[in-house]
T-cell receptor, first 116, second 114 residues
Framework: AQSVTQLDSQVPVFEEAPVELRCNYS??????LFWYVQYPNQGLQLLLK??????LVESINGFEAEFNKSQTSFHLRKPSVHISDTAEYFC??????????????FGKGTHLIIQP | DTGVSQNPRHKITKRGQNVTFRCDPI?????LYWYRQTLGQGPEFLTY????????KSRLLSDRFSAERPKGSFSTLEIQRTEQGDSAMYLC????????????FGDGTRLSIL
């Protein structure tokens, strides 16, 4: 069984400041890791993913996340946030041994609030 | 790529009624997933199909919940005898078959039980 913990339910940040959204997971098997973003009244959009290889993964809009196996973490960071980054962010894991052919296990989400 | 389409976007019904939601996946995607998302929570996996075969359904919340994908294209999720606790957002996602394929989500159907 897998579980995902997002330690902060809400993170307020001033515009242009850096931000880190924390994600820790628990699993008895190797996992794939994902960050999804959800804007109000919309579905989830894939932000970035870690499958294998380099532990630092980047998205096209400036976010990055680093897989740390020893700490079982996959924290999301951005060096300078914009007002449009205001959204709910979800960390998720998938059982690698099932090749991703299974449901994702999500954390409860972190609401990123950008203050002007 | 028109994305995953879900209908209706909103459904309001009285307790005890049956409801059915439809999901049209991205056309070349063989896998289709259903999730439920309640307020303040992350999505909760319910079931998944590969083509027309339902390969995982043990996570459906009760026997009032059922899903079909008869021709391996669109899927329906039905809830019978709805209860207040069924009020939630129901999300559909699809992905291609193969390793390392991320899931693409629709905008969901929001169910409100009066």
């Amino acid at each position: 069984a897998q579980s995902v913990t997002q330690l902060d339910s809400q993170v307020p940040v001033f515009e242009e400041a850096p931000v880190e959204l924390r994600c820790n997971y628990s699993s008895s098997v190797s996992v794939y890791l994902f960050w999804y973003v959800q804007y109000p009244n919309q579905g989830l959009q894939l932000l970035l993913k870690y499958l294998s290889g380099s532990t630092l993964v980047e998205s096209i809009n400036g976010f990055e996340a680093e897989f740390n196996k020893s700490q079982t973490s996959f924290h999301l960071r951005k060096p300078s946030v914009h007002i449009s980054d205001t959204a709910e962010y979800f960390c998720a894991v998938s059982d690698l041994e099932r090749g991703g052919a299974d449901g994702l296990t999500f954390g409860k989400g972190t609401h990123l609030i950008i203050q002007p | 790529d028109t994305g995953v389409s879900q209908n209706p976007r909103h459904k309001i019904t009285k307790r005890g009624q049956n409801v059915t939601f439809r999901c049209d996946p991205i056309s070349e995607h063989n896998r289709l997933y259903w999730y439920r998302q309640t307020l303040g929570q992350g999505p909760e996996f319910l079931t998944y199909f590969q083509n027309e075969a339902q390969l995982e359904k043990s996570r459906l919340l009760s026997d009032r919940f059922s899903a079909e994908r008869p021709k391996g294209s669109f899927s329906t999720l039905e809830i019978q005898r709805t209860e207040q606790g069924d009020s939630a957002m129901y999300l559909c996602a699809s992905s291609p078959v193969g390793l390392n394929q991320p899931q693409h989500f629709g905008d969901g159907t929001r169910l409100s039980i009066l």
